[in-house]
């Protein structure tokens, strides 16, 4: 008897849909139950791109970089390798934005002050910007993932993804818990 075989797609919005109700619907969360923040974050950050197009001429490859400081830890190296969008995920801890090539820019909270200069010095490029300090996304951050009350949840700024030429999954937009 041969075994179900999901479909990538929906086997990511599945994954996601379950961080998402489980840290939305229920009183205990998923950083209540054990997944480690740093492991659930993870996993956002990985999911999120398989539902999200780039903008045309966007260079081949998937670069994930974290700048500043890094909440992710030992997990974010599990994904380095993976595969991604017809490629694999490169994963690269970086001190400035200055002629990276990144696909997915995750700020650390430590350049929350810098963000301003940040976004400025990728206002022409094709990066996907996601961080995890409150209000981010209010200022410009595409994705902002927060934990509120052992929740872990995200907002996202489709304005300025739109400006950026991203076209994100409506399946993600339901999931989030703001969308500016």
Request: aromatic residues 6%; contains cysteine.
């Amino acid at each position: 008897m041969a075994g179900f075989q999901m479909h990538p797609l929906w086997r990511c919005l599945s994954l996601v849909a379950i961080l998402c109700w489980v840290g939305a619907g229920r009183q205990e969360s998923v950083l209540a139950e054990g997944l480690p923040e740093n492991q659930a974050k993870t996993s956002m950050l990985y999911n999120f791109p398989k539902l999200i197009d780039w903008p045309p001429g966007t260079p081949p490859g998937m670069v994930l970089c974290v700048l500043g400081s890094d909440p992710f830890g030992p997990a974010l190296d599990l994904i380095d390798g993976k595969p991604m969008k017809e490629s694999f995920l490169s994963v690269r801890r970086i001190n400035s934005v200055e002629s990276q090539s990144c696909h997915i820019l995750f700020v650390g909270a430590s350049e929350n002050s810098n963000l301003t200069h940040i976004l400025l010095t990728l206002r022409d490029a094709p990066v996907l910007t996601v961080g995890d300090v409150e209000g981010m996304a209010a200022r410009g951050i595409m994705i902002e993932m927060i934990v509120e009350q052992q929740r872990l949840r995200f907002k996202v700024n489709l304005q300025v993804a739109r400006q950026h030429g991203f076209s994100i999954s409506s399946q993600l937009l339901k999931l989030a818990k703001a969308v500016y």
